[in-house]
């Protein structure tokens, strides 16, 4: 049981280069999330899907894209990235009900 | 959503009970207090919930006064282990309800 899985775990890219992070989770809930975790901060809410084929912009969305490609998949895309956005993205799951978060090991992204 | 202030770091010893307290006065009525814990290099985990009351479970246990402006989370006998962040957080519980992250608080735990 893997819960929630993000690939990559680290990526170091250029400004202005693309990039797309993905997160699966196999526990067949039904919305997912994408947070971002700066030094010394809590997490941000980037975006949300409360379930396939919608998403909704959380916190701080700007500079990002999503796409809920099926109940199991969220990913997070940056089409050019900013030394702004060096940071831990966190990938998120959630039962309906009541349930508590369940969050992967996060992918620690660098750009130069 | 309501907001949080808990206290940003604490220091305990081994074998010590600490408590954390965290404020959130404008609590909603179906609002739920969660707390997660955070190691280094780890997502957060989820450590318990409660609406009202006491609630306990293997890990902790977590103390909500009648008027619910605040929380306080009970970890027993602690261990270097549990050396991490803690968060506090207010949200629905319901659906597909966003959490809100503060700072937390960064538990020291030494020997």
């Known amino acids: 049981n893997a819960g929630v899985t993000q690939t990559p775990k680290f990526q170091v890219l250029k400004t202005g280069q693309s990039m797309t992070l993905q997160c699966a989770q196999d526990?067949?809930?039904?919305?997912m999330y994408w947070y971002r975790q700066d030094p010394g901060m809590g997490l941000r809410l980037i975006y949300y899907s409360a379930s396939e084929g919608t998403t909704d912009k959380g916190e701080v969305p700007n500079g990002y894209n999503v796409s809920r490609l099926n109940k199991r998949e969220f990913s997070l895309r940056l089409e050019s990235a900013a030394p702004s956005q060096t940071s831990v993205y966190f990938c998120?799951?959630?039962?309906?009900?009541?349930?508590?978060?369940?969050f992967g090991d996060g992918t620690r992204l660098s750009i130069l | 959503l309501a907001k949080t202030t808990q206290p940003i770091s604490m220091d305990s010893y081994e074998g010590q009970e600490v408590n954390i307290t965290c404020s959130h006065n404008?609590?909603?009525?179906?609002?739920?207090i969660t707390w997660y814990q955070q190691f280094p290099s780890q997502g957060p985990r989820f450590i318990i919930q409660g609406y009202k009351t006491k609630v306990t479970n293997e890990v902790a246990s977590l103390f909500i006064p009648a008027d619910r402006k605040s929380s306080t989370l009970s970890l027993p006998r602690v261990s270097l282990s549990d050396t991490a962040v803690y968060y506090c957080l207010v949200a629905l519980n319901s659906g597909y309800s966003t959490l809100t992250f503060g700072k937390g608080t960064m538990l020291l735990v030494s020997p």
């Open positions: 526990m067949n809930h039904n919305s």
């Open positions: 998120a799951s959630r039962e309906e009900g009541g349930q508590p978060q369940h």
């Open positions: 404008n609590i909603a009525t179906n609002d739920y």
